[in-house]
């Protein structure tokens, strides 16, 4: 059962911007962004946690990248703005809902959480 499924990739240029969506099947109590180039690291772009929408957004986009969450629509965001050919990457969201995952949502300690559940991934590709 897919659990998450993200949508709104695509190819811009330099300073463009693009929305990226993540519909979750329900509601997890934390949930984060998190992007992903071919042979490096994955990396932690932003995080959000649901109950009182704290959000956590890495150095490398702040200012640039912003998280929020419907929760009507059971639907995460990204909505990044002056996209560089560095942001280039698969985007994936994550999500989560352990004691320990909701204890550190939306903070800097978001790497202490362990994600189990991720959604397939969404193409970003920015050219100069």
């Known amino acids: 059962q897919v659990q998450l499924m993200e949508s709104g990739g695509g190819s811009v240029q330099a300073g463009g911007s693009l929305r990226l969506s993540c519909l979750a099947a329900?509601?997890?109590?934390?949930k984060a962004w998190f992007r992903q180039v071919a042979g490096k690291e994955r990396e932690m772009v932003a995080t959000?946690?649901?109950?009182?929408?704290?959000?956590y957004t890495a150095d490398s986009v702040k200012g640039r990248f912003f998280i929020s969450h419907d929760n009507a629509k059971r639907t995460l965001y990204l909505q990044m703005n002056n996209l560089q050919p560095e942001d280039t990457a698969m985007y994936f969201c994550?999500?989560?809902?352990?004691?320990?995952?909701?204890?550190?949502?939306?903070?800097?300690?978001?790497?202490?959480?362990?994600?189990?559940?991720w959604g397939q991934g969404a193409q970003v590709t920015v050219s100069s």
């Open positions: 994550a999500a989560d809902e352990t004691f320990a995952a909701m204890t550190v949502c939306g903070t800097d300690r978001i790497g202490q959480a362990k994600f189990e559940k």
């Open positions: 959000v946690r649901i109950a009182d929408n704290r959000t």
């Open positions: 329900r509601l997890f109590g934390c």
